[in-house]
């Protein structure tokens, strides 16, 4: 059986108003989607600046500790318990010393990074640093 093929695809003149509509609608949803609030935690991970301080040629974990104390392992939000086994883990299967690396929020106070500290002493890592950024090259004056 044959169908007769009667469709054209631009039978009449191009008319711009459904392309406009469609245009200004896809408009108005990107600028929509940008109000939306970003799922997550806003976290000013802000290293102090320093220069001349020691790399390490170990093996190392990264912990990042957060404003409100939240403690963060491989991405994922852990509890102190949960860390401290995993750092445990983590130095039973070395075979060199490891050294903790600490992310920390512009405002961890000394405390909470002393406790970090003392947590990853407790699981058998016995060296950790501030992760720092290097120094800039020109230091800013201020007046």
């Known amino acids: ?5 009667n469709a054209k695809i631009l039978g009449s003149p191009f008319e711009i108003a459904p392309f406009a509509s469609v245009f200004f609608l896809l408009v108005l949803f990107i600028m929509l989607f940008n109000l939306m609030p970003t799922p997550g935690l806003p976290v000013r991970l802000e290293p102090p600046r320093a220069a001349d301080l020691p790399g390490i040629d170990t093996p190392s974990v990264a912990v990042g500790l957060d404003s409100s104390g939240r403690l963060f392992y491989q991405d994922q939000l852990t509890s102190p318990r949960a860390l401290r086994s995993a750092l445990a883990q983590a130095a039973r299967q070395s075979h060199a010393p490891i050294t903790l690396v600490i992310h920390a929020d512009k405002t961890v ?5 002393l406790q970090l500290t003392l947590l990853a002493r407790d699981a058998g890592i016995p060296n950790a640093l501030l992760a720092t950024l290097p120094r800039d090259i020109a230091p800013t004056v201020r007046p």
């Open 1 to 5: 059986m044959k169908f007769p093929r």
């Open 109 to 113: 106070t000394c405390d909470e990074l």
